[in-house]
């Protein structure tokens, strides 16, 4: 991983009084150029959501609304506060996720969020006692778990039982119902079937499969529009660097051929992108306290671990590692280095989960002092991660921009 010089001067500029010895490193920019980039490409009634549990830090809420994304869509009312907060109106937020409390349902009524996303019957109808009490109509997306799955993500959410959305194959017995209800205002669907994708057929694949949804459903209830359909997110990154990034130019291209094919000009779209936007924009580091020989192999142990940069052991994925040598004085002569080997690197919970780098991983040189530094780590990176285990100190979030 190549850090550009602004990055690197950043984080040796912290490194080198460390009032905390570790931290994520925030610069927003790459965000903002994707935003942009996607919105310059995408047609105009694809609209771009910022999925804001991949990073809840307010300067990513900022460059979103900075960056002119048409809204967020939030999972939780403390989301909804944080993204109020950030300068949102609670009209650009749209809700998903299972188990909304009456609490959070009664407020995104009251505050008119643009849709609720209906997870499910029981929801469907807490959502309509709530619209009565306050003599409100709320428009709804209903959220559908669809009887496929997405070849080649990182993660299927979809095609098995789940808690997420209401099953394809219960559809015709649960719809009728939700359509009845008289202050819900269907609007259309959301299925969002795999995260992590990079192969825009994979995508492509998702969205022909939801559009012939969409038909179906308006073939079968008279009077009946899907308007809006959501893809939710999915994005993927390429954790591995293998050099097959996700495509923007690609998706764009492609999404106008089958918007154009299935004649779905008069619809709207979303996206609720987390991951692609915001995982480039953050790095983690950590200071190497210790290495040490271990039985053939050397142990790297950094002042935080998986309980400060969970998600690569949470996922099995390894995030891209550059060590910055900081030519610290020895402790004693002769300790241990790190040089052009695979090492394990963790941190120093009291257990062997406790890994950075959940597979053995290639160091050209590593010495005690140095600064580990874990890229792609701006999305679900912090708030993703256990930090009170063990009490130790939560990383600094420092912002460049
Ligand atoms: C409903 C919903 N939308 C969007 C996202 C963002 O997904 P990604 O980060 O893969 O873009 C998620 C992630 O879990 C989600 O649950």
Same mark, same amino acid.
């Given at each position: 991983m190549q850090l550009q010089p602004h990055i690197?001067?950043?984080?040796?500029?912290? #490194?080198?009084?460390?009032?905390?010895?570790?931290?994520? /490193?925030?610069?927003?920019?790459?965000?903002?150029?994707?935003?942009?980039?996607?919105?310059?490409?995408?047609?105009?009634?694809?609209?771009?959501?910022?999925?804001?549990? &991949?990073?809840?830090?307010?300067?990513? /809420?900022?460059?979103?609304?900075?960056?002119? #994304?048409?809204?967020?869509?939030?999972?939780? /009312? *403390?989301? #909804?506060?944080?993204?109020v907060d950030a300068g949102f109106s609670p009209e650009a937020l749209i809700f998903t996720g299972p188990g909304k409390s009456p609490e959070e349902l009664a407020w995104s009524v009251s505050n008119r969020i643009e849709t609720v996303h209906i997870e499910s019957l029981t929801e469907a109808h807490r959502l309509e006692a709530i619209c009565a009490t306050l003599g409100q109509t709320q428009d709804i997306l209903v959220r559908v778990n669809p009887n496929f799955h997405i070849h080649g993500a990182q993660a299927n959410f979809s095609g098995d039982s789940s808690k997420l959305g209401v099953d394809e194959s219960r559809l015709n017995e649960i719809l009728p119902q939700i359509l009845a209800l008289p202050h819900l205002n269907f609007r259309g669907l959301h299925v969002y079937s795999a995260s992590g994708i990079l192969e825009i057929k994979d995508l492509l694949k998702n969205c022909e499969l939801v559009f012939n949804l969409a038909r179906r459903v308006e073939d079968t209830y008279q009077g009946v529009r899907c308007d809006i359909i959501d893809f939710g997110g999915g994005f993927g990154i390429d954790y591995l660097e293998t050099g097959n990034d996700f495509s923007p130019e690609t998706y764009a291209k492609s999404l106008k051929g089958m918007i154009d094919k299935f004649g779905f000009n008069d619809r709207q779209f979303v996206l609720e992108l987390g991951r692609y936007l915001t995982a480039d924009s953050g790095w983690y580091c950590t200071e190497i306290l210790d290495i040490k020989h271990s039985l053939g192999k050397k142990q790297v142990i950094c002042a935080g *671990?998986?309980?400060?940069?969970?998600?690569?052991? &949470?996922?099995?994925?390894?995030?891209?590692?550059?060590?910055?040598?900081?030519?610290?004085?020895?402790?004693?002569? *002769?300790?241990?280095? #790190?040089?052009n080997e695979s090492v394990f690197i963790g941190g120093p919970l009291c257990n062997t989960a406790d890994k950075l780098a959940p597979k053995d991983i290639h160091v050209d040189r590593a010495e005690i002092g140095d600064i580990a530094v874990f890229g792609l780590a701006g999305a679900y990176g912090y708030s993703m991660s256990h930090l009170d285990f063990l009490s130790h100190a939560h990383p600094l979030e420092i912002v460049l921009r």
């Open positions: 690197l001067a950043a984080i040796r500029k912290h #490194a080198e009084t460390p009032a905390q010895r570790s931290f994520y /490193l925030y610069d927003t920019a790459p965000m903002r150029g994707k935003i942009k980039n996607l919105k310059a490409l995408l047609p105009e009634n694809v609209r771009i959501y910022y999925a804001m549990k &991949a990073n809840p830090h307010n300067a990513f /809420l900022v460059a979103a609304g900075e960056s002119d #994304a048409h809204g967020i869509e939030i999972a939780s /009312l *403390g989301e #909804a506060q944080k993204a *671990g998986a309980h400060q940069f969970r998600r690569p052991v &949470a996922l099995g994925i390894n995030h891209p590692l550059t060590i910055i040598p900081m030519h610290r004085p020895q402790i004693f002569e *002769g300790q241990e280095v #790190a040089d």
